[in-house]
């Protein structure tokens, strides 16, 4: 796990964009994994912009997969995530609609709804960079703690903490869903580069928990230990509570410039 603390979130959008426009001009047809809230906007910011700078750079043969959807929002619900990552990200850079995937949040048969998704991660042929935010918990997606760290897509309950942290969305906590269907742990440790983006001092105790804590499912995010491909992306605030911070600045200040994330 490489552990990168930054001034702010946007020399940590920088550095997450570098590595996902590197890989698109590599394989154009790559699968990209996106998170939804509020920790990848300014990553999404900075690449619609690098579309915009760089015309050899096309995304019309990405795929982009998302790792969580609210039950019962519809495609076309402002709050789904589906709609969401269209309006943020997808749309602006120029990926197909048919090549956007995500839970479908209104299926008929939800118990089913994980293993058609998995099928479909397969499909697309897995996922090569998967960018991911962390919950005030420790939830990664919408694996909440005590989540098995095998786990595959299915449905879970969100906790009332998640549901108020996520009000901000919808206005009103008691229209935040409760239930979503999430990749699993299992699902994410699958992608071959996970990068992890964490801002503020309300993630520094989750991130500290996941990066420095034990391996638990008490909190989900540390399962990225288990992964041997890890970048986690901080900013100061987010990294305020690492004991080993000072190592972290060291190693990235003497990374030959050659090796990337
Ligand atoms: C969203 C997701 C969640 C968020 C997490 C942090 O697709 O999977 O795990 O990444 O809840 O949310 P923000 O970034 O809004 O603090």
Same mark, same amino acid.
């Given at each position: 796990?490489?552990?990168?603390? *930054?001034?702010?979130?946007?020399?940590?959008?920088?550095? !997450?964009?570098?590595?996902?426009?590197?890989?698109?001009?590599?394989? =154009?047809?790559?699968?990209?994994?996106?998170?939804?809230?509020?920790?990848?906007?300014?990553?999404?910011? $900075?690449?619609?912009?690098?579309?915009?700078?760089?015309?050899?750079?096309?995304?019309?043969?990405?795929?982009?997969? &998302? &790792?969580?959807?609210?039950?019962?929002?519809?495609?076309?619900?402002?709050?789904?995530? $589906?709609? @969401?990552?269209?309006?943020?990200?997808?749309?602006?850079?120029?990926?197909?609609?048919?090549?956007?995937? !995500? =839970?479908?949040?209104?299926?008929?048969?939800?118990?089913?709804? +994980?293993? $058609?998704?998995?099928?479909? *991660?397969?499909?697309?042929? +897995?996922?090569?960079?998967?960018?991911?935010?962390?919950?005030?918990?420790?939830?990664?997606?919408?694996?909440?703690?005590?989540?098995?760290?095998?786990?595959?897509?299915?449905?879970?309950?969100?906790?009332?903490?998640?549901?108020?942290?996520?009000?901000?969305?919808?206005?009103?906590?008691?229209?935040? =869903?409760?239930?979503?269907?999430?990749?699993?742990?299992?699902?994410? &440790?699958?992608?071959?580069?996970?990068?992890?983006?964490?801002?503020?001092?309300?993630?520094?105790?989750?991130?500290?928990?996941?990066?420095?804590?034990?391996? @638990?499912?008490?909190? =989900?995010?540390?399962?990225?230990?288990?992964?041997?491909?890890?970048?986690?992306?901080?900013?100061?605030?987010?990294?305020?509570?690492?004991?080993?911070?000072?190592?972290?600045?060291?190693?990235?200040?003497?990374?030959?410039?050659?090796?990337?994330?």
């Amino acid at each position: 796990m490489e552990v990168v603390i *930054l001034p702010t979130s946007e020399d940590c959008a920088e550095i !997450a964009a570098t590595a996902i426009e590197r890989l698109v001009h590599t394989k =154009p047809s790559a699968v990209l994994g996106v998170a939804t809230g509020s920790t990848p906007i300014p990553l999404y910011r $900075r690449l619609i912009r690098g579309r915009h700078s760089d015309a050899s750079l096309s995304y019309a043969n990405v795929h982009a997969v &998302l &790792l969580d959807e609210y039950v019962g929002l519809g495609r076309e619900h402002p709050q789904s995530y $589906r709609a @969401t990552i269209r309006q943020e990200l997808t749309d602006a850079l120029g990926i197909p609609d048919h090549q956007v995937h !995500a =839970p479908d949040g209104t299926a008929e048969d939800l118990q089913h709804e +994980g293993q $058609r998704y998995e099928a479909q *991660l397969a499909a697309v042929g +897995g996922v090569d960079i998967q960018i991911l935010g962390i919950g005030s918990d420790g939830h990664l997606a919408f694996n909440e703690p005590g989540s098995s760290l095998t786990s595959r897509t299915r449905l879970k309950t969100l906790t009332a903490r998640t549901r108020e942290d996520n009000a901000r969305f919808f206005g009103n906590v008691n229209d935040v =869903p409760h239930h979503v269907l999430t990749q699993g742990l299992g699902t994410i &440790l699958e992608a071959r580069h996970l990068i992890l983006l964490a801002s503020g001092t309300s993630k520094a105790q989750a991130v500290r928990d996941a990066v420095e804590g034990p391996l @638990t499912a008490q909190c =989900p995010a540390s399962v990225l230990q288990w992964h041997p491909h890890v970048t986690v992306l901080l900013d100061r605030d987010a990294a305020s509570l690492l004991s080993r911070a000072e190592y972290y600045r060291y190693t990235w200040a003497h990374k030959p410039a050659w090796q990337g994330i």
